[in-house]
């Protein structure tokens, strides 16, 4: 048990579907993230979340929109997505988003996600 | 911006080498730094970290110290077995303000496996 559940752990859908990732800390922690991993790139960060507020979207496509209800929770909503975004989606929490750089970020299993 | 470089992988080891994975950091003032390790089909776990010039991070027979005049925060371990097969990243948080403040920075990960 990480901390961080993310669920479901794997995910197909089509390219017109809509479906949504969830992720859930019960760690007590203010900053949530949002990370791509694609095989033979590097960690992409899509969103970071503090105190409930978006404070960073790395530039991604809209058909990706995260949601955070309150500290605790982060979803990633998903619509008309291309074979491309096919990826491992990692979802991380940390104490917050700034002033706690002596902390390491805490992450869920991820959820792999297959479009077709 | 903060920036961090591993030596590229694959590497491949027998049971109970030594293993060295190189890691050097780009950062202003005084980053934190972190090993994370990711198992097959897994998320990302914290391995080991330091927070300052010349801690020493161990974990499970990893070590990693904290050099500031190398930059740079190499992970040892004396006996590798086969279950340590997994992929290694290298990431620090930087504390100095700027647009990298409190984003946790991560190379692009070595792919370590371990034969019997």
């Known amino acids: 048990e990480t901390g961080v559940t993310q669920t479901p752990r794997h995910l197909v859908m089509g390219m017109t579907n809509k479906k949504s990732l969830k992720c859930e800390q019960h760690?007590?922690?203010?900053?949530m993230y949002w990370y791509k991993q694609s095989a033979k790139k590097p960690l992409e960060l899509m969103f970071v979340?503090?105190?409930?507020?978006?404070?960073e979207n790395n530039s991604v496509p809209s058909r990706f929109s995260p949601e955070c209800p309150n500290s605790s929770h982060l979803f990633l909503h998903l619509h008309t997505l291309q074979p491309e975004d096919s990826a491992l989606y990692l979802c991380?929490?940390?104490?917050?988003?700034?002033?706690?750089?002596?902390?390491?970020?805490?992450f869920g299993s991820g959820t792999r996600l297959t479009v077709v | 911006g903060d920036s961090v470089t591993q030596m590229e992988g694959p590497v491949t080891l027998s049971e109970e080498a030594f293993l060295t994975i190189n890691c050097t950091y780009t950062a202003t003032g005084y980053p934190s730094l972190f090993w994370y390790v990711q198992y097959p089909g897994e998320g990302l776990q914290l391995l080991l970290k330091?927070?300052?010039?010349?801690d020493k991070g161990s974990n499970k027979g990893f070590e990693a110290t904290y050099r500031k005049e190398t930059t740079s925060f190499h992970l040892e371990k004396g006996s590798v077995q086969v279950s340590d097969s997994a992929v290694y990243f290298c990431?620090?948080?930087?504390?100095?303000?700027?647009?990298?403040?409190?984003?946790?920075?991560f190379g692009q990960g070595t792919i370590l496996t371990v034969h019997p």
């Open positions: 979340y503090n105190f409930k507020e978006q404070t």
């Open positions: 330091a927070t300052k010039a010349d």
């Open positions: 760690l007590g922690h203010n900053a």
């Open positions: 990431a620090l948080r930087g504390n100095a303000g700027g647009t990298s403040y409190g984003k946790l920075t």
């Open positions: 991380a929490s940390s104490q917050d988003a700034g002033v706690s750089a002596n902390y390491g970020y805490t």
